[in-house]
């Protein structure tokens, strides 16, 4: 179940992969599904676009949201909480002309 966090040996099979800016991203199956994690420098975040065979892309950050290539190279507009078939961590925002994450509490 996607939790938000990477656990100590969770991603410990997965391939590895540091990106030009820093961010780390882990891939690896498991049974039917491919799972990504994406982990940020320290201070950083972002959003996240997986283009599936070029024609599809899936969106996750505050909202999840998927577009479709048109037939004239154009991109559809954003389905948003249109995450059939696949799922991700959002980021709630508490708003959009800054950097404040709504932070979990913890005990």
């Not at 505050?62 to 949201?65: R, V």
């Given at each position: 179940m996607i939790d938000g966090r990477i656990s100590p040996g969770e991603w410990s099979d997965a391939k590895r992969i540091v990106l030009a800016n820093g961010a780390t991203l882990y891939v690896k199956q498991h049974e039917h599904y491919l799972l990504l994690a994406i982990v940020f420098p320290s201070g950083k975040y972002g959003f996240t676009d997986l283009f599936v065979n070029g024609d599809l892309d899936l969106h996750a950050s505050?909202?999840?949201?998927e577009r479709k290539?048109?037939?004239d190279g154009t991109w559809s507009r954003r389905d948003w909480w249109n995450n059939d078939r696949w799922a991700a961590n959002v980021s709630r925002m508490e708003k959009f002309d800054g950097p404040e994450l709504m932070r979990e509490k913890r005990p």
């Open positions: 505050a909202k999840l949201g290539r048109q037939p």
